[in-house]
């Protein structure tokens, strides 16, 4: 079956005409796919699962469709009191009524309308584009914050907890081809790991010592998945809804910021510009608190900074362990793409840790 055929399956009005790869996601692959009629376009986002990553597609659907039901009905239900049109991707299902596509090659597919009229950016703009970003996230959270979280699969056990990635890790490192890709790389950065090992349970400690709760989280809050209002300068959505799961905010707002706040990006080829910006911190956790502090409590507000320093620390050790394992979850152009990656990540902890202090003032604010 074509990419067309398969495109074609989809439930959306008129001729399809075009479709094509689009955007940057390192897991599943990702077309446009534009259907017109004589007085009307429709463009729809065509994706096909990572089975390798997620094994069970048909939860993640099935989380789909149980977030987006909720969110819609409370986002119409605000929508006059609202400074702005909140929006979330809404599945497009198969001319057969199904909401997804198995081709004949196993392949698992799905539609989703397009957040029209908005773009997402691999980097922050400015101060206003993290602040708005951090509304985004704040929103999502405020949205889901009244979904039970065992209404939810959990498609990816184990996803952002750091200690599963740290003995992943060390299965790697121990393996002869991951010894041998480790010991190439120098000595700084197992050394970099050995120093925070200790430190990589403080989330889920907290959680096991009841000071912190099992939420719904987006799972994936990176600046890339934000969507600002090419007409209003706004956020207006949140998009790449395959790992949301039970989870604790922090695993977002943790993420958030690490990919926020380093304004030379995960790809940066130059070390020496990676850094933790403290004042797209300040402007993105605003945004964030505007539409989330009704519900945090003094105990999540107390762990804010660890995960921030955490989840930076996580995504350099899921690369760095990628990379000894012969890169076959993250989507690479080189062979060493990942552990370029990592030390970028590995930077940006180095940089947070040296200004905890002003980090968390800002948090405290």
């Known amino acids: 079956m074509s990419l067309r055929e398969i495109a074609a399956r989809f439930d959306v009005p008129g001729r399809l005409v075009h479709v094509a790869p689009t955007g940057r996601g390192n897991v599943n692959d990702t077309y446009l796919a534009v259907f017109r009629t004589p007085f009307s376009e429709s463009r729809a986002i065509l994706q096909r699962i990572n089975g390798r990553v997620f094994p069970r597609p048909a939860w993640i659907m099935e989380n789909l469709r149980a977030l987006t039901s909720h969110a819609h009905r409370r986002l119409e239900r605000e929508a006059s009191r609202e400074d702005r049109v909140w929006q979330l991707p809404r599945l497009i299902p198969c001319k057969s009524g199904r909401d997804w596509l198995v081709d004949a090659r196993g392949g698992f597919w ?27 996230v704040g929103q999502f959270h405020r949205l889901v914050a009244d979904l039970s979280p065992a209404r939810m699969r959990d498609t990816l056990p184990g996803f952002h907890q750091t200690p599963e990635y740290l003995a992943r890790y060390d299965g790697a490192r121990r393996a002869r081809a991951g010894a041998r890709r480790l010991r190439a790389a120098g000595p700084r950065l197992p050394a970099f790991v050995e120093a925070r090992r200790e430190f990589a349970a403080v989330l889920e400690r907290a959680r096991e010592r009841g000071e912190l709760s099992l939420r719904l989280i987006h799972g994936d809050p990176k600046v890339s998945n934000i969507m600002i209002d090419d007409l209003t300068g706004k956020g207006t959505a949140i998009v790449d809804l395959d790992t949301v799961k039970p989870g604790l905010t922090h695993y977002d ?66 690369f760095l362990e990628d990379y000894l394992a012969g890169n076959r979850y993250f989507k690479v152009q080189d062979d060493l793409q990942n552990l370029r990656r990592a030390r970028v990540q590995f930077k940006l902890c180095e940089s947070i840790e040296r200004q905890e202090q002003a980090i968390r003032r800002v948090l405290a604010a």
Request: hydrophobic residues 45%; aromatic residues 10%; glycine residues 6%.
């Open 253 to 318: 707002f943790g993420d958030a910021l690490r990919s926020l706040c380093n304004p030379a990006g995960e790809e940066a080829r130059d070390l020496s510009a990676v850094r933790f910006d403290v004042g797209l911190c300040a402007a993105f956790t605003k945004g964030f608190m505007s539409r989330a502090r009704s519900f945090l409590t003094p105990s999540d507000r107390r762990y804010l900074y660890d995960s921030i320093r955490l989840i930076a620390f996580e995504l350099g050790l899921r």
């Open 110 to 136: 799905r539609a989703l309308t397009l957040i029209a009229s908005a773009t997402s950016y691999e980097r922050v703009k400015d101060a206003a584009h993290a602040f708005e970003a951090g509304t985004v």
